[in-house]
């Protein structure tokens, strides 16, 4: 199978503090995962593809310095959230495409609340 | 421009009625790909199917079919015989074939099946 892992899958952190969403792909390398986001009953959004070894392509409207990916090895991407606000709370998930799968497999999502 | 839209914003039906979940997109390219996801309250994404743009063959898994029509830009999922379980948002998507892995959503169908 091609399973992904993420983690945290909750967290609540304070308004000016940052924090860090991992990804793992566990029995496969992913060279590209990408990063979406979803508000309560919307749909998802990408907000970047991140891909091994290199910056990650940000969707317009999408603040780089602001949401930070780094996808050191060839089976970890991390999203960071820099100084992050009450508008950030949202639901984060990542996914990644196994070479010769059918389709893409998701993370778990992580929901971050900043109070 | 790729759009996916999914008219239905919620259905209920009653355990054993048979459901379909419409979905229509909007897409220039000739190679792409269609996705069904399916989100349980849990919030993670499972992967249902996976359909390229030359294949317009139906397809069936046990109670799961879906209907693929290029002529109407149509790529409609049915559950026979809904069952309890099958409550979740479910989400079209597509995936164009000169940027693959980023996915453009609908903005889902929640099914809710009462017992």
């Known amino acids: 199978g091609a399973v992904v892992s993420q983690h945290p899958s909750r967290v609540i952190c304070k308004s000016g503090t940052s924090v860090k969403i991992e990804c793992r792909s566990l029995?496969?390398?992913?060279?590209?995962m990408f990063w979406y986001r979803q508000f309560p009953k919307q749909s998802l959004m990408l907000m970047a593809t991140s891909n091994e070894g290199s910056k990650a392509t940000y969707e317009q409207g999408v603040e780089k310095d602001k949401f930070l990916i780094n996808h050191a090895s060839l089976t970890l991407s991390t999203l960071t959230v820099t100084s992050a606000h009450p508008e950030d709370s949202s639901f984060y998930i990542c996914?990644?495409?196994?070479?010769?799968?059918?389709?893409?497999?998701f993370g778990s999502g992580t929901r971050l609340t900043v109070v | 421009a790729q759009k996916v839209t999914q008219a239905q914003t919620e259905i209920s039906v009653v355990e054993k009625e048979d459901v379909t979940l419409d979905c229509v997109y909007e897409t220039r390219d000739t190679t792409y790909y269609l996705f069904w996801y399916k989100q349980p309250p849990s919030g993670e994404l499972v992967f249902l199917i996976r359909r390229n743009s030359f294949d317009e063959q139906n397809e069936i898994s046990g109670r799961y079919s879906w209907n693929f029509q290029k002529s109407t830009s149509s790529f409609n999922f049915t559950i026979t015989a809904s069952q309890v379980v099958d409550s979740a948002v479910y989400f079209c998507a597509l995936d164009r074939g000169s940027t693959l892995g980023r996915l453009y959503f609908g903005r889902g169908t929640q099914l809710t099946v009462w017992p």
């Open positions: 029995d496969f390398q992913a060279t590209t």
């Open positions: 996914s990644a495409r196994k070479t010769g799968g059918n389709g893409y497999t």
